[in-house]
């Protein structure tokens, strides 16, 4: 008997956003910081409690990842989850745009997933009516990828984007 659903074969695209390697300076400096704090007490005791504060947060990093998935009915991003059919335009960002979308462009009510480790963000317009979020704001190694597994474009390839990208020539022309 398979436990593989009909939803789980209809996966469009899935990805898990595993902590950078930079992160891991967070847990390991707070497990010394354990450490340190017993060793004048007990030295073994200092070494043992950096060891178990080190597993712990490990443990808790890893049970922690979100994940991003697209199925044919459904948009899953961390614990959040709605239908395909609310999600309007969808729009890839990498760079100096994405920087934007984080910052100065960012709207309040927007649903976030961001990892400040990672440069791609993609904009998911929420289009059901009774709810207030204007879009979603996500995270992601793979931008094109997951634009393209729910029907949208990178920002370079929108009229914006491209109007953008000509202003940017003209204040800073190419040498030949």
């Known amino acids: 008997m398979s436990n593989s659903s009909p ?8 990805e898990k956003i595993w902590p950078s390697f930079g992160s891991w300076m967070w847990p390991l400096l707070i497990a010394l910081t354990a450490g340190i704090a017993v060793a004048p007490i007990n030295i073994a005791a200092g070494y043992a409690t950096g060891i178990i504060v080190m597993l712990a947060l490990a443990v808790i990093m890893l049970l922690r990842v979100p994940v991003i998935e697209v199925t044919g009915q459904t948009v899953t991003v961390g614990r959040a989850t709605i239908e395909r059919r609310y999600i309007g335009q969808v ?14 462009k960012l709207h309040g009510l927007a649903f976030m997933l961001l990892r400040g480790y990672l440069d791609a963000v993609v904009r998911m317009e929420v289009t059901d009516e009774r709810d207030a979020t204007p879009y979603w704001l996500a995270s992601t190694r793979r931008p094109e990828e997951l634009t393209a597994a729910l029907g949208g474009i990178m920002y370079e390839f929108t009229d914006e984007g491209r109007q953008a990208d000509a202003a940017a020539d003209e204040d800073h022309p190419r040498e030949p």
């Open 7 to 14: 939803e789980a074969s209809n996966v469009l695209f899935r």
């Open 91 to 104: 729009i890839g960002y990498r760079g100096e745009e994405a920087f934007k979308q984080r910052g100065q």
